[in-house]
């Protein structure tokens, strides 16, 4: 092996190189064996190894370039401490590099995607993840530590072996070899011989999703995630293509059926009149009880799983959508929509950005100038995700979570029971009299661990920590509380607006797996029809059309259309992100947009997606729709039109 060592770098940089392509390659194996079902349909599955192994040499080209660069140009009396730090740093990238691929395993069962900027996000609440794995894997937990330690202990060795016969060049060597070395690793990060690097839409060959997301691996989506948060969300036409602002606009207006006639303030793009047509003595409180992962495939009504009998016979009250969709995977990106009305990005929800902290539009905002309390009522912290800054700042100066709640009747990880929670807010709606109030109440009971109280319910399955437990008590914690409210003075005065932030564990083989974006919404009160909405309907549509309810005529910027003056020729719509794609329904049609990438457009049956020539006005439609947000947020357009008065009729 002498030989071997006689290689100067190649002998330390081949080996560590071949090592980390060799961890990639085997957990891809074991990946694809352990969705082996969703995929072996593909046709071209031998592509997600070709692919990989393309992928895997530009990430190791990334990791090689320090020490490329260490080992070739700085002199000879600097290679003890150099190799001291390269023995450190090839561990270090080593066991980082197999950390992210073990980390794949439950991120993937949860969120169908490789680690990504969800995973970034949620390092930011250790409280609440640490209390949701130390509930769930305590022995996993504590194992994670020592086991590591000992891997880095044993690469320690198997390096250090290297290290310890490494035979450095002479300078004139090093010197010579340097510019073809360095053409090799720029090769290899480039991973293309084009005028543009390879991105993650170049790994792209398959409409299955779970194809394409095996054929990357952890450590680079992580980073790109990283790349993406500050460089793409701040111009997300790097990400899905370029359009003038007017026409984005123009398109997005014509789309929303916003007449002309109706725009009041022309420095504030879409902010128009919409009309009630009820007078009311009072204007109608507003209440919206967001459900925690609450998907259509667990409610009973809607052809789901038989845990929902109290929504199922709420249903029969009011206006049941059963086409409706979420915008996004996140509790974040639902609120932002049934709050705000504003449109999901393949970047932050903007209840977490900056600029959205203060002045910019939500209902709370726009009701207070028409005599509204606005309330927010979580049963969990209200700093998670940066939702009190955000509610705070924009008009919602109630807030109640979960240091409010004295004595509660149960207690979990992520906050007080659903009960607790319903149980306060009919406490807070009493103590506002006869003053108008619109609340937005967020549950946290149907959530991983699933603590809620015992002796409540009769359980679907065991054991009673399960996901469709948990899903049966928050309905029955909502079905305790319209018994209570029906006898409250303020329930003849309230229009309720029940619905889901968003399905759990949204996956899929599809680029956008539509089922798992389908939600249930349910809208009751005075004058709300007793009917079944069946169109194709968004999240953004809800709080105009509850509006509609109110008795109050309001201005506002959203684009979400009131669903009950949508003529029979409108088929709906629907706007979904899932990770960095991009989905605009049109009734039946379908356009998905990918990073970097020519948009798709397919037609959906039964929430199957068929390939279809793409209609070119529509994708130029939906790339409006991508554009819009950044726009409206960079420039701070989005907010309640100041002044604000409503023109006499």
Known sequence: MNWFYSLGPLALLVPYLLSVILVFTVFRIILILVHFKRVKEEEKLYNCFVQGLRMDCMVSSYFCVVPLLLLLILPSPFHLAVTFILKFYFCATFAFALFMEIATFPFIEEYDLRPDSIFIEYLKHPREVMKTVWAESKIVLLLQGPCMIV???????????????????????????????????????????????????????SNNHLVNELTLNSTYTLFYAIYRRYKHEKNPSRIYGSMAEEEVFD???????????????????????QTSPYQRERPMNIVVIVEESLGAEYVGVLGGLPLT?????????????????????????????????????????????????????????LLAKHGYIPDFIYGGMSNFDEMRSFFLGNGFHNIY??????????HGVWGVSDEDLLLKAHEIFLSHGDQPFVSILLSTSN???????????????????????????????????????????????????????????????????LDRFRIPGLIIGPDVPVCKYEKVASQLDLLPTVLHFSGVDTIHPMIGRNLMETGDEDPGHAFMQYGLHNAYRVGNDVIIRLPESKPR????????????????????DSLAHCLLPWILYNKKLYKVPDPYTIPSS
């Not at 997005?252 to 303030?265: F, T």
């Not at 049966?472 to 006898?487: P, S």
């Open 447 to 513: 959530h991983s661990p699933f603590d809620f109280p015992e002796g409540r319910i009769e359980l679907y399955e065991k054991p009673a920590k399960t996901r469709h437990n948990a899903m049966k008590y928050a309905d029955y914690a909502l079905g305790e509380f319209f018994k209570v409210a029906r006898n409250a003075p303020y329930y003849k005065n309230t229009i309720f607006l029940i619905v889901a932030d968003h399905d759990t564990r949204v996956r899929g083989d599809q680029l956008v797996p």
């Open 251 to 273: 398109r997005v207006q014509r789309h929303s059926g916003i007449d002309e006639a109706s725009i009041v303030n022309s420095s504030t793009p879409f902010s128009h009149l």
């Open 309 to 365: 009998p109290c929504f199922d016979e709420l249903s029969k009250e009011g206006m049941l959508l059963t086409g409706l969709y979420s915008t996004g995977t996140r509790t974040v990106s639902a609120l932002e929509a049934l709050v705000s009305g504003f449109l999901p990005t393949c970047g932050k929800s903007i209840v977490k950005l900056e600029n959205s902290k203060r002045g910019f539009f939500n209902v709370g905002a």
């Open 151 to 205: 891997v880095f202990m044993i690469l320690w060795k198997l390096f250090g072996s290297l290290f310890d016969n490494y035979q450095p060049w002479k300078w004139w060597v090093s010197i010579c070899s340097f510019p073809l070395f360095a053409g090799i690793l720029i090769m290899g990060t480039r991973s293309s011989i084009g005028h543009r690097p390879a991105n993650i839409s170049s790994f792209s060959f």
């Open 601 to 620: 457009q397919f037609s959906c049956k039964n929430d199957k997606l068929v390939p279809k020539k793409l209609d070119e006005e529509m994708a130029k």
């Open 401 to 410: 979570d979960e240091p409010t709640f004295e004595n509660p009747a149960f």
